[in-house]
């Protein structure tokens, strides 16, 4: 199955989509009064039920039969409608916050953006295609929700290739370990699929956002590509670029950039990402941007002029915004949708109710951090699930649930018997949190270590390689 009813299919206003839902309504009710089959009126249901969600997302509030949207209609300007997953869960491209220490509920939100659950069958279904074992973050669940992942592997099947696409926003010199998740996994996928890969580095949305100059935000985007070439990609297969750099000299990218921008309205960005009349239209603009990567011509060196390669963006859930207003469009300027992969975000030290922060020291854990920072940095800050004294420890055990050191475990342990072992015994109260932090600590100073001896090895020269624009090394 796929999952399109997620897309505001076809319509692109808040009238055309009022319009979609009055039909929908009349079919429901039609369908009911007519007793029939089960099965069709869940279906029509559940499709009422998405265009529903799609219109509060558009709009910013409820619809109502009877009650047409006003030509002003679009989501307040508290951030975007698309945002609230679970009652208190805030999410989109600039905040990710929940009341709940469990974190978001990644579940609800999966409903409420309609893409799809990455399940057991399609982990299976990845293992079977590219012959090698999961990556933890498929087995583990980081990799949670998907849009058409099932298309891209039938496709592959049939040798019909696709490129990754993915991307960072520069916003300073200093990286985390969270903002190496969707990094790692796409080299993975890059290694075990043997495709190509464009990697974004949005220093343009940096100098709009961020009180920056147009020259800090480039430095960052080439600093970032030196920590992202660490990961270990594949020269002859990757290419990384500055929107700053790489948008004024390919007139191809640039001409999907406008078709875009064509086929955008400011309600519908007004909706989608909550901007308002006092935003500069830099950011206004901007999606397009984001957007152009997912169409393959954008690439004509690597690609030449197909504009049919199927594009797999594996990302963090916030920037899913971004590819609904894709997807969206593109159909309507003759592109395939890209598919996706979405991830859930890393915790922040002090709990699972943020995401880790580049601008707070104390919430994260630096690519740059030494082992004696790594290790205070855990056992002061790491919110933990053990409770107050060893005594009720041993007795009532701990909750795993809500620790970020076995969090992080989660995204970092390679072994799964090892983390089962730990959280059961953590559970029981046999396993104290200072070893647990222990454990974590472990884990991670020789990791960052590793990264740190693999950046060093990273000259100018070959940042310079992989940003040049150059035939790409693959058969698709
Ligand atoms: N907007 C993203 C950020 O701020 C950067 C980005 C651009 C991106 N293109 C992407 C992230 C594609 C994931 C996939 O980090």
């Known amino acids: 199955m796929t999952d399109c009813q997620g897309d505001v299919e076809g319509a692109s206003t808040p009238m055309e989509l009022y319009e979609k839902l009055s039909e929908q309504g009349v079919k429901v009710r039609s369908l ?98 590219c012959g090698q074992k999961p990556h933890r973050f498929l087995r583990r669940g980081v990799f949670f929700s ?127 990402f909550g901007f308002t009349d006092s935003d500069c239209i830099g950011k206004i603009s901007f999606p397009a941007i984001q957007a152009a990567p997912s169409f393959s011509n954008s690439f004509p060196h690597v690609f030449g002029s197909r504009k049919d390669i199927q594009c797999l963006i594996p990302c963090a859930i916030d920037q899913d915004p971004y590819f609904r207003m894709t997807r969206d469009v593109a159909p309507r300027i003759g592109y395939p949708k890209p598919a996706l992969l979405h991830s859930t975000f890393f915790p922040a030290l002090q709990g699972a109710q943020t995401k880790m922060s580049a601008s707070d020291a104390n919430s994260s854990i630096f690519l740059t951090d030494t082992p004696k920072q790594i290790k205070n940095k855990i056992n002061k800050h790491a919110f933990s699930g053990g409770k107050d004294t060893v005594e009720e420890h041993r007795k009532y055990g701990g909750n795993a649930d809500v620790d970020v050191s076995f969090m992080y475990l989660t995204f970092f342990l390679e072994d799964d018997e090892q983390l089962e072992k730990i959280r059961q015994d953590y559970t ?49």
């Open 32 to 129: 009911k009064s007519a007793k029939a089959d089960k099965t069709e009126v869940d279906t029509a249901v559940q499709l009422l039920l998405k265009l529903k969600m799609d219109y509060k997302q558009m709009t910013g509030h409820d619809y109502k039969a009877g009650c047409p949207p006003s030509e002003n209609d679009a989501a307040p300007n508290n951030g975007p409608a698309a945002d609230v997953a679970g009652e208190d869960d805030t999410v989109d491209p600039w905040t990710v916050s929940t009341t709940n220490a469990k974190g978001v509920d990644y579940d609800k939100l999966i409903v409420r953006f309609g893409s799809s659950k990455i399940d057991q069958e399609l982990v299976d279904r990845i293992e079977k295609v």
């Open 146 to 272: 998907h849009r058409d992942m099932h298309q891209v592997l039938d496709a592959y099947e049939k040798h019909k290739s696709f490129y990754l696409y993915t991307g960072r926003g520069p916003s300073s010199e200093a990286m985390h370990v969270g903002h190496l998740i969707p990094f790692i996994f796409t080299k993975w996928l890059q290694d075990v699929f043997d495709i190509p890969l464009v990697i974004q580095l949005t220093d343009d949305e940096k100098y709009l956002w961020k009180d920056l100059t147009v020259e800090e935000c480039h430095r960052f985007a080439i600093e970032n590509a030196k920590d992202i070439i660490a990961c270990g990609f594949d020269i002859n297969k990757t290419f990384i670029f500055s929107d700053l750099d790489y948008m004024g000299s390919s007139p191809e990218f640039y001409r999907n950039v406008v078709k875009i921008q064509k086929h955008v309205t400011f309600n519908q960005v007004k909706g989608i």
């Open 428 to 476: 029981s109260g046999a396993l104290l949190t200072g070893e647990l932090k222990k454990i974590l600590i472990e884990t991670l100073q020789p990791m960052i270590a590793q990264h740190q001896e693999r950046r060093k090895q990273v000259t100018d020269d070959l940042v310079k390689q992989f940003m040049t624009p150059r035939p790409l090394n693959f058969n698709l």
